[in-house]
């Protein structure tokens, strides 16, 4: 019954983010290229394959977890947890980008299979800063609560600039 829970959430997931697809790909040039190419079936295949994609990364994200918790206690418990979580989802985007950006430019196939992957590494990484944000903030309260704030300026900054660029591209391509 649990497993239906995270299905129906991932997908309401998938759903949202297929939404904001939707919205983004109408205003920056870099989904015109696709514009017309990709037929709705293949967006209900890519959603789950989303969606699946995104199970297993969650998969492997809980049992490295339990391999954690299984081998220490104590205060050590979440600063190892942190590190493994880390050692996951740092790699996994840098190289679902890596691939992501690679395969872009091959066509409508490539960048059909490739997004689900990139999609779910992004919720993988955004899961690590939520655990790293409440682990710096329980354990230096006040700084902590500042430290994590200035991590959300910094990365909504990076996405102000990346969509700003990408808006650019488009009105000059226009």
């Not at 190289?95 to 990139?118: C, D, H, M, W």
């Amino acid at each position: 019954m649990e497993d239906l829970g995270i299905l129906i959430g991932w997908s309401f997931l998938a759903l949202i983010i297929f939404v904001i697809w939707e919205f983004i790909s109408r205003r920056v040039s870099f989904f015109k290229v696709y514009e017309g190419k990709i037929s709705p079936l293949t967006i209900v295949f890519t959603i789950i394959l989303t969606i699946a994609a995104t199970m297993l990364m969650s998969a492997v994200w809980r049992d490295l977890g339990k391999l954690i918790e299984t081998q220490q206690f104590g205060p050590l418990l979440n600063a190892n947890l942190i590190f493994i979580h880390g050692a996951y989802a740092i790699p996994l985007l840098i190289i679902a980008s890596i691939v992501f950006n690679r395969f872009k430019q091959k066509g409508t196939l490539s960048f059909v299979l490739v997004l689900p992957y990139f999609i779910g590494s992004l919720i993988i990484m955004i899961r690590f800063l939520f655990e790293a944000g409440r682990y710096v903030i329980s354990l230096y309260d006040r700084l902590g609560v500042y430290l994590v704030i200035i991590i959300v300026i910094f990365s909504v900054s990076g996405l102000l600039w990346f969509f700003q660029r990408e808006w650019e591209k488009f009105k000059i391509d226009k």
